[in-house]
C-alpha cells in the first residue's frame, strides 16, 4: 500500500436542496445474489468483527511478501527500514488462521512470490536488516531503536542492498510446502480450511518496497510466471482451494508492468498491447487451457485507494463522497492524477471494467477487492462513504472486499457496517438478494436495495450526502408489504447509536420519509405472505378434527403455501387431507397438495386433519412457497 495519498483538485459540492429527489425501487428487477463476501476486513476489534458477523479476513500486506513460514519471521521493507520481525503466535499465520476460523470467519493467506523470503533473525534488537550500517555506514536515515539499520537510501538515492542479509531464496514449491502446513493443521479448504491463498502482495511495488532483494522492475512475464507457478504449487497441495491475485496497488499497476511504468510501453507491445490486468487474466487462462481446462485463479483482484486528500473540509469530504462514483460510473472522470491533471485516464468504472476483463480474458473468474479505505472514519463523512461503498458492492456484484485499516468500534465508520449488519443490535441484516434501486441524484440521495431471503422482507438503504433535510417520496414495485417501514436512521444527531425512528406509512408501494443531513437510513418493509386460521370442527375429548384456511394476504397470486405451529400437549395427527403434512414431535408442517398451492390474490384454500388429544387453538405461521 502506498504511504501516502495524493491530493486531488478539490470542487465544492453543490448545495443541498430543501426539495425531495424521488427514489424508486423494482423487486422484480436486476435481481442476483449479494455475496457475503464484501463485508470483510484484514484485522480490526475482534468484539466489533464478531458484532457485525464478520465474513472474510485477509492475512497480506507489504509483511506478507517475505513472511517465512518455517521460521515465523517476515521482514517489514520500506515500511520500517527493512527489518526481519519474529512474529508472535497471535501474528502468525497459524494463529490468525486459526483465531478466525475458530471464530467462523474465512481466512485469506498470501503466499509469498517475489522469489525471497525472510532467514532466521534475533527476536530483539539488533535485528537482521536489509542495509545494515556495518555495510552501509553512509544512509539518509537509521532507526531510532535500532540504529543498525538504515533507510537504503544515501543522498535520496537507493542503495543497492545484498538479499542474503536477510533472506533466503524461495520460488514456488515453497508456497506449496507452506499450503501443505496448514492443510495439515487445519484440514483442505473443503474440510473448513484455509478456503483462499492470495498471490502476493502489491507485485509491481516490489521495487519499491522490497528493494534491498528486489530492485529491478516487474515485467509481465516475470509476474505472470512466477502466479502460475504458484497457482499451480496452492492447488496441488489444496484442490478445494480458492487462488486469488494479483492484487496490484492501484491505477498503473492495473494497467502497466513495472518495466511500462503507468501506461502502454515495450512491455505491454510484446504482450499483444494489453495492459497488465488483460494479459494477467488471459496468462492465467490460457495456462489453464494447456493444463486440461483446471482453473488456476478463481478471483480476479485489485487494490483501490482513492487517490485524494485524507482531509475533512468541506471541500475534502464533497471530494470523497463524489469519488466513490469511480467504482461504477462510467461518466465520472477521475479529479486526481488518475485524470485530465495528470494521466488523462479514462473514466474508470473500476467494479464493471475488473468485470469486463473477466468475461473476455478469463470468463468465470470473480472480482475482489482485498484492500480499500476512502478515510474519514472517525467522522461522519467517513461513515456516509462507506454505506454509500458497501451499497455499491453489493449492487454491482463484486465478490469479495476487505477493507484496510479498519474503523474503531466507536467510530462512525463502524457504523456503516453495522447499518448493513447489525442494524437493530439483534444481529438483523440488509437484504441478501440485490434489487434494482434509483434515485433522481446518485450524488445527493444515494438508495440500494435487497431482499432478504429469510423472512422476503425489503431493505432500502438511503444515503443523504447533503447538508440538508430531504424529504423524498419512495416508490416500490413487485412487492406487497404487510405492514409500515420500520425506519432506523445514523446521524450526526447521535453518533453513537443507530437510532429506532417511528414506523412509515407504507401503502400502494409508496412511502414518504424525511432523510436527514449527513445520515444514512435504513428502510425494513416486512413482506406480505399469508395467513391460516383454524377451525374446530368436532372435539371429543381424546381427539378432535379440524380445518384450516389458508388466505393470500398480497396483490398478487402465490404458487404455494407451507402452514406450521407447535402442538403445547402430546397432540399427534392421525389423518389429514387436502395437504403434505408431516409430523416431528410437537413440531406439525401442513405443505399444500400441488393443486391447491396457487391462490389468487386475497383467495383462500382449505385443508383439513384428524389429531389425538383436546383442541387447544395453535399459533400457527403460514409462509408462501
Known amino acids: 500500500m502506498l504511504a501516502a495519498l495524493l491530493t486531488a483538485q478539490v470542487i465544492a459540492a453543490p448545495p443541498a436542496s430543501a426539495a425531495g429527489l424521488s427514489l424508486s425501487v423494482g423487486v422484480s428487477a436486476a435481481r442476483h445474489p449479494i455475496s457475503p463476501g464484501i463485508y470483510g476486513l484484514n484485522g480490526g476489534d475482534p468484539a466489533f468483527n464478531a458484532e457485525i458477523g464478520q465474513t472474510v479476513a485477509r492475512w497480506g500486506g507489504n509483511a506478507s511478501s517475505r513472511y517465512n513460514f518455517k521460521n515465523h519471521t517476515y521482514n517489514t521493507g520500506s515500511d520500517w527500514y527493512f527489518e526481519n520481525i519474529v512474529a508472535d503466535q497471535e501474528h502468525s499465520v497459524e494463529g490468525m488462521v486459526g483465531s478466525n476460523l475458530g471464530r467462523g470467519i474465512k481466512p485469506v493467506v498470501t503466499v509469498p512470490l517475489s522469489g525471497w523470503v525472510a532467514k532466521d533473525s534475533p527476536s530483539s534488537h539488533p535485528f537482521a536488516c536489509g542495509f545494515p550500517a556495518t555495510r552501509f555506514p553512509q ?109 496490484g496497488w492501484g491505477y498503473c499497476e492495473w494497467v502497466a508492468s513495472g518495466v511500462d511504468g503507468c501506461g502502454p510501453g515495450a512491455d505491454s507491445a510484446a504482450h499483444g498491447g494489453l495492459n497488465l490486468s488483460q494479459w494477467y487474466l488471459k496468462n492465467m487462462k490460457d495456462y489453464s487451457d494447456a493444463h486440461g481446462g483446471k482453473r488456476f485463479l ?59 476483463w473477466v468475461d473476455r480474458y478469463y470468463p468465470g473468474t470473480k472480482t475482489a477487492i482485498t484492500e480499500y479505505n476512502w478515510g474519514a472514519l472517525d467522522d461522519i463523512n467517513g461513515a456516509l462513504a462507506e454505506a454509500d461503498i458497501l451499497g455499491v458492492f453489493g449492487r454491482e456484484g463484486l465478490d469479495l472486499a476487505t477493507m484496510w485499516g479498519e ?28 434489487v434494482s434501486a434509483t434515485a433522481a441524484d446518485q450524488g445527493q440521495l444515494a438508495v440500494y436495495a435487497a431482499q432478504r431471503s429469510s423472512d422476503q422482507a425489503l431493505t432500502v438503504m438511503v444515503v443523504n450526502k447533503t447538508g440538508g433535510d430531504l424529504t423524498s417520496p419512495l416508490s416500490v414495485a413487485g412487492f406487497d408489504n404487510a405492514a409500515a417501514a420500520q425506519r432506523f436512521t445514523y446521524s450526526p444527531a447521535n453518533l453513537g447509536a443507530i437510532v429506532r425512528g417511528d414506523d412509515l406509512p407504507a401503502s400502494n408501494g ?48 402465490i404458487t404455494g403455501w407451507r402452514v406450521s405451529w407447535t ?54 405461521t403460514c409462509t408462501p412457497a
Open 567 to 620: 402442538w403445547p400437549g402430546d397432540q399427534r395427527i392421525t389423518n389429514s387431507w387436502n395437504t403434505t403434512l408431516k409430523q416431528n414431535a410437537a413440531s406439525v408442517v401442513a405443505s399444500d397438495a400441488g393443486w391447491n398451492g396457487p391462490i389468487g390474490a386475497g383467495g383462500s384454500t382449505t385443508f383439513g386433519f384428524q389429531a389425538t388429544g383436546t383442541a387447544p387453538p395453535p399459533k400457527l
Open 139 to 247: 544512509q539518509d536515515s537509521f532507526d531510532q531503536w535500532d540504529p543498525h539499520c538504515g533507510n537504503g537510501k544515501l543522498n535520496q538515492e537507493n542503495l543497492t542492498g545484498v538479499p542474503t542479509d536477510t533472506s533466503v531464496p524461495a520460488d514456488a514449491a515453497f508456497d506449496g510446502e507452506m499450503v501443505s502446513h496448514l492443510v495439515d493443521q487445519f484440514g483442505t479448504a473443503a474440510q473448513g480450511g484455509v478456503p483462499i491463498y492470495e498471490l502476493d502482495n502489491e507485485p509491481v511495488l516490489w521495487s519499491s518496497t522490497h528493494r534491498d532483494v528486489h530492485p529491478d522492475p516487474v515485467s509481465d512475464d516475470e509476474l505472470g510466471g512466477k502466479g502460475t507457478a504458484a497457482a499451480a504449487a496452492i492447488k496441488a497441495a489444496d484442490p478445494s482451494a480458492a487462488v486469488l491475485g494479483p492484487s
Open 510 to 557: 409508496h412511502v414518504d420519509a424525511t432523510y436527514p443531513a449527513n445520515s444514512i437510513t435504513l428502510l425494513v418493509l416486512p413482506a406480505a405472505g399469508c395467513s391460516a386460521s383454524l377451525s374446530v370442527n368436532g372435539d371429543w375429548g381424546t381427539g378432535h378434527v379440524a380445518t384450516v384456511t389458508v388466505t393470500n394476504d398480497r396483490r398478487t397470486a
Open 407 to 434: 474503523p474503531k468500534p466507536t467510530d462512525p465508520g463502524a457504523y456503516a457496517f453495522r447499518m448493513y449488519r447489525n442494524y437493530d443490535g439483534a444481529g438483523s441484516r440488509f437484504g441478501d438478494v440485490s
Open 298 to 356: 478463481d478471483y480476479f483482484d485489485q487494490h483501490f485507494y482513492p487517490q485524494i486528500s485524507g482531509d475533512k473540509t468541506p471541500e475534502a469530504n464533497a471530494l470523497r463522497l463524489r469519488s466513490i462514483r469511480s467504482l461504477w460510473d462510467p461518466t465520472y472522470v477521475e479529479e486526481s492524477w488518475i485524470g485530465p491533471s495528470g494521466v488523462n485516464a479514462p473514466p474508470l468504472q473500476f467494479i464493471r471494467t475488473m468485470k469486463s
